[in-house]
């Protein structure tokens, strides 16, 4: 590697999820921009306030969408259930969907993470229902207070080979 190389990347372990408000592009089509500005301003400060309290990092924001990056994987994972309890409890009327994964990834320039674990977080949001919180099995741990795990089974993943364990995340109670 090069010294040039070496300075513009990073191997990190971390967690990462997407979270996405499902059906932006057509209720923005329906109601307009101005009701659309509303619902993110609403969904955005969903997520600051959850991620905040957790010590999880906004990525980067994604449209009707953000990318949160977190160095311990209990603290995201109760994050984005908190973010989903908060949207689905607000009244939101775009339902939440999400993805988790973990692992080692590679910190591009100093602000963009590249690896399989983004990639597979990616992809489990894209699959995920409304309301529907979906994580890799290997994400859980038993230290997760308020968070109930449901297996889901196996999943295939598009650009990844092997099938992934998943499992489903709500708040407990």
Known sequence: MSEEQAVT???LDRGFAFVDLSGFT???DEHGDDMAVELLRTF????????????????KWLGDGAMLVGVETEPLLEAVVDISERISTSGSPLPLRAGISIGPVMLFEGDDYIGHAV????????AAESNEVLATA????????????EPVGERVVPGVEEPIPVVRLSVKG
Do not use: F, K, P
Not at 119 to 126: E, I, P, S, T, Y
Not at 140 to 148: A, G
């Open 44 to 59: 955005r400060l969903a997520v600051r306030d959850a991620a905040s309290s957790r010590g999880v990092r906004i990525a």
């Open 26 to 28: 057509r209720y923005t």
């Open 9 to 11: 990347t990073a191997r």
């Open 119 to 126: 990639n597979v977080a990616a992809r489990l949001c894209d």
């Open 138 to 149: 290997d994400s859980v741990s038993s230290l997760l207070v308020n968070t109930h795990v």
